[in-house]
Structure formats: C-alpha cells, structure tokens
C-alpha cells in the first residue's frame, strides 16, 4: 500500500459490546458485525467487549494503532459509555479513537424492533406493547429507553410502555399487568436488547402473550452501526479521547 493510500484508508470500526457468558449470544453479536462486513466490504471490524466475554476491549486496543471510529454496540448511554470506554482509550495511548453515541433510541432500531415483533406472532397484531429494556442506575439512560418506546409506539400506532429488568421501574411483568389493568387483553414484550443472554431470559418470563427475540443481527442494526461510524468518520480529523 503507498503512504497516499495509507493516509486515506479508512479508520477500522470498533465495536464495543457488553458482552455475555451465552455461547449464543456472542454468537449473534458475531452475526451483526458479519452483516456490518457485508454491508462495508474492506472495511477493517473489530469486537471488544467490556464485561464477562472475550475478545476484551482492553485486548483488541492493543491490537490497533493510530485512527479508530470507536461504535458502542450499546442501546443507551449508561456507565459503559461514559465510564469503562473512556477509562480503555485512556490506557492506550497508540490508538486515536472517536466514539460515537451508543445506538439508541433511534427509529432505525424502531423498524428492527416492529419487524422482530411482527415475526414473533405472524399476522396477528396486539393491543399493546412492554418494550424490556437491560435498565440502568442512570437515569438518563432510562429516559433513553422511554424515548425509544415514543418511537415504537409512532411506528406501530398502539401503546408501547418501557420497562426495565434491573436499575429501574417498573419491571416487565409491572408493565404488562398494569395494561392488562388498563384493558389491554393481548400485551407483547418486546426485547429491548442486542442478544441472547441472562436478560432476554428473564424478559421472556414477563408474562406476556407473545416475546419477540433480540435484536440481534437485523440489518437495520447493521446499517445504524455504520451510520454511527459515517457520522464519525465524517466529523473531521479524529484526535484521541483521554
């Protein structure tokens, strides 16, 4: 490669899981960033997790230097975003990263969201819908959740409440009774959540009349990480983030 080209290939795209002890789980996240390399061919994509799974962020970094456009693969800003990935660049000097906003809300992961539903119950719609969301100590990144289910709610025109499995309230099952209170004999829960794992588990036990799967490697996933990526890529010259 000539030192011109060098200078004007594109920074690789790190993605920035949670990550899981469920074989599956990380398999779908393998399957999203696939996709990502489908969408983008030539375009380097590396996966580092921040909790529980291999490969670590920590790891991957010391794989990569100089420009990297950072993707958390995160549905909300909480304490990874604002804490464990800030702490990771700062610990690696050799790379100049700029991270992007996590993923959500975004009406991109609306349409992933209605359509994963629309698969769980073929051509049988419901009354209402729980969005389960991880939850999150930050009320900020609760809010996030509450406006990502405005967004469901404008693209499927029905009631969608938020819910959150841990940090927050009310819980699933809370959400889904207070609508059945409310009326609403038919309530869905829709998994608010990348993968398979503990919390998709747990959001299936609401007690709801249909649970969609996780969003796991819908294009629509795919194609917001990449617009993450653009946005960033595009801002300008990328500096490292302390």
Known sequence: MSSTAARTAAPPLLAVAHGTRDADGMAEIGALLERVRGLRPGLRVELGCVDVAQPSLARTLATLRGEVVVVPLLLGTGYHVRVDIPEALAAAPQVRARVTSALGP???????????????????????????????????????????????????????????????????????????????????????????????????????????APLGAHEAVARLVLRRYDEAARAGSLSRVA
Do not use: W
């Open 106 to 212: 975004d009406p991109l992961l609306a349409t992933a969201l209605a359509q994963r539903l629309a698969q769980a119950r073929p051509g049988r719609g419901t009354s209402a819908v729980v969005l389960a969301s991880a939850g999150s100590t930050d009320p900020a990144a609760n809010a996030e959740a509450a406006v990502m289910a405005e967004l469901l709610t404008a693209r499927l025109g029905r009631p969608v409440v938020a819910s959150y499995l841990c940090g927050g309230s009310p819980a699933p099952a809370e959400a889904v009774a207070a609508l059945r209170a409310e009326g609403h004999d038919e309530v869905a829960v829709a998994r608010y959540l990348l993968a398979p794992g503990y919390f998709a588990r747990l959001a299936a036990s609401a007690g709801g009349c249909v649970t969609s």
